[in-house]
Nanobody, 125 residues
Framework: QVQLVESGGGLVQAGGSLRLSCAAS????????MGWFRQASGKEREFVAT????????AVAGSVKGRFTISRDNAKNTVYLQMDNLKPEDTAVYYC??????????????????WGQGTQVTVSS
């Protein structure tokens, strides 16, 4: 099992930036895919971004493309989500997740088997 702890959330004005971090510990191993999801109040959790172990391949949701960037530092067992030009509709609890090695980057919640507790991001207009 992989333990994940998110940090970096907070309150920011529209147009601002935040960088979320997710520190992994436990049974981390080569090939683990990392992802970010978010859940707004009253809505289902949705995919945001994902990245392979090497960092060579990434995928982001259409709603955040061009504004959010996912990256990772395996030496620190940490994955990041850089969020720029934030909008009020980005307000949500953001979750970090880990998935086993796969041929295709997973975008579905059920493909991930380890989850963090989440960090709140609030964007004011």
């Amino acid at each position: 099992q992989v333990q994940l702890v998110e940090s970096g959330g907070g309150l920011v004005q529209a147009g601002g930036s935040l960088r979320l971090s997710c520190a992994a510990s436990g049974r981390t191993s080569s090939g683990v895919i990392m992802g970010w999801f978010r859940q707004a109040s009253g809505k289902e959790r949705e995919f945001v971004a994902t990245i392979t172990w090497s960092g060579a391949a990434t995928a982001v949701a259409g709603s955040v493309k061009g504004r959010f960037t996912i990256s990772r530092d395996n030496a620190k067992n940490t994955v990041y989500l850089q969020m720029d030009n934030l909008k009020p509709e980005d307000t949500a609890v953001y979750y970090c997740a880990a998935a086993p090695r796969a041929l295709i980057l997973p975008r579905v919640e059920g493909q991930y088997d380890s989850w963090g507790q989440g960090t709140q991001v609030t964007v004011s207009s």
